[in-house]
C-alpha cells in the first residue's frame, strides 16, 4: 500500500490568498484525520471524518477554514484567506475503526504551509 | 480536557546509553496509548501501541509501560544509536464516542556517535 498521500508536500503563498490541501487516505479506511503541527502550539487536532461524514470540527480556529471529503478515497482542507499565523505542517492521517475498536493511525508525510 | 505532557522536552545522550522518556496524561479513562516517531520534516511513524488493559509492550530496543491510574508512560531505549535520534510524540485516545489522538509536544533526542 502506498500509505496516506498528501499534496502538495510544499507550498508558499502569500497573505490572503486561498489554499488547498489534499489527502488520499489509506485505501479501506474509514476515518480520516487532519492535524496541524506548530512548535509553539505541537500537533492538534482540526477535524475528522467517519464514513466520510464530519465528527468533530472543534479544532478548526476560523471560519477560514474548512475541510471536505466527498468520497472515502479524498479529502481537501482549504484556508480562505490564507494568513502568515496559518503557517504550519499539516498532517493527514487515516485509521479503520470497526465495531467501537479504534485501530492505529496511519499518518502522510504532510504539508508544509508557509505563508507570506 | 486530555492534556498529554512530555518530559524532557530535549534530551541529548551519547551513543549506547539506555535512556527513558516520559509521557503524563491527565484523563485516565483512555482507550489507549501510543508512542511514534517523528523524522526532521517527515510524518510520524507508530512504534508501540499499548491498549489500555496492558501493562507494557516492547518492539526490539523499546519498550513502553502504561500505568493508566496514575496517569504516566515511559517509552524505554535500550542502547541507543545515532539512527535513533528523532523526536519522540505520545498521544493518547479516550474511551468515549470518536475521540481523536491528543499529542504530548514531544521529545527531541538526540544520540551523538
Known amino acids: 500500500d502506498a500509505g496516506v498521500i498528501q499534496s502538495p508536500r510544499h507550498e508558499v503563498t502569500e497573505m490572503g490568498q486561498e489554499v488547498t490541501l489534499r489527502c488520499k487516505p489509506i485505501s479501506g479506511h474509514n476515518s480520516l484525520f487532519w492535524y496541524r503541527q506548530t512548535m509553539m502550539r505541537g500537533l492538534e487536532l482540526l477535524i475528522y471524518f467517519n464514513n466520510n461524514v464530519p465528527i468533530d470540527d472543534s479544532g478548526m480556529p476560523e471560519d477560514r477554514f474548512s475541510a471536505k471529503m466527498p468520497n472515502a478515497s479524498f479529502s481537501t482542507l482549504k484556508i480562505q484567506p490564507s494568513e502568515p499565523r496559518d503557517s504550519a505542517v499539516y498532517f493527514c492521517?487515516?485509521?479503520?475503526?470497526?465495531?467501537?475498536?479504534?485501530?492505529?493511525?496511519?499518518f502522510g508525510p504532510g504539508t508544509r504551509l508557509l505563508v507570506l | 480536557k486530555q492534556e498529554v505532557t512530555q518530559i524532557p522536552a530535549a534530551l541529548s545522550v551519547p551513543e549506547g546509553e539506555n535512556l527513558v522518556l516520559n509521557c503524563s496524561f491527565t484523563d485516565s479513562a483512555i482507550y489507549n496509548l501510543q508512542w511514534f516517531r517523528q523524522d526532521p520534516g517527515k510524518g510520524l511513524t507508530s512504534l508501540l501501541l499499548i491498549q489500555s488493559s496492558q501493562r507494557e509492550q516492547t518492539s526490539g530496543r523499546l519498550n513502553a509501560s502504561l500505568d493508566k491510574s496514575s496517569g504516566r508512560s515511559t517509552l524505554y531505549i535500550a542502547a541507543s544509536q545515532p539512527g535513533d535520534s528523532a523526536t519522540y510524540l505520545c498521544a493518547v485516545i479516550g474511551n468515549s464516542g470518536n475521540t481523536p489522538l491528543v499529542f504530548g509536544k514531544g521529545t527531541r533526542l538526540s544520540v551523538i556517535a
Open positions: 492521517a487515516s485509521s479503520l475503526r470497526l465495531a467501537g475498536v479504534k485501530e492505529t493511525q496511519y
